[in-house]
């Protein structure tokens, strides 16, 4: 069982960067895919950028260029920059694991299996 907890949300004005940590408890970090999604209200669940275990990088186009993905296995910690923030990247943002290689699936939500609880990004115009 890996617990992931997220920190970092807040709000911002549009222009403005925040960036989000997720850390997970588990002694073998190092071989968990990640991903981070996003939610709006009324929308459904979003994968937004995911990380392999070599450090490989994906993104959706949305935020492609504004949004880096990263990870310390050190610290058992992922992390999401995002800069240039615009008023629809207002979402609870979630950060995911699963032991199961990406591939093309790295923005599926059925293909992770852990899920922090979530931590609020709100982006003023």
């Known amino acids: 069982q890996v617990q992931l907890v997220e920190s970092g949300g807040d709000s911002v004005q549009s222009g403005g960067s925040l960036k989000l940590a997720c850390v997970a408890s588990?002694?073998?970090?190092?071989?968990?895919?990640m991903g981070w999604f996003r939610q709006a209200p009324g929308k459904e669940r979003e994968g937004i950028a995911a990380?392999?275990?070599?450090?490989?990088?994906k993104y959706v186009d949305s935020v492609k260029g504004r949004f880096t993905i990263s990870r310390d296995n050190a610290k058992n910690s992922l992390f999401l920059q995002m800069n240039g923030l615009k008023p629809e990247d207002t979402a609870t943002y979630y950060c995911?694991?699963?032991?199961?290689?990406?591939?093309?699936?790295?923005?599926?939500?059925?293909?992770?299996?852990?899920w922090g609880q979530g931590t609020q990004v709100t982006v003023s115009s």
């Open positions: 990380i392999d275990i070599d450090g490989t990088t």
């Open positions: 995911a694991a699963t032991g199961i290689r990406l591939q093309d699936e790295a923005f599926n939500v059925l293909w992770y299996n852990y």
């Open positions: 588990t002694q073998t970090y190092s071989k968990y895919y």
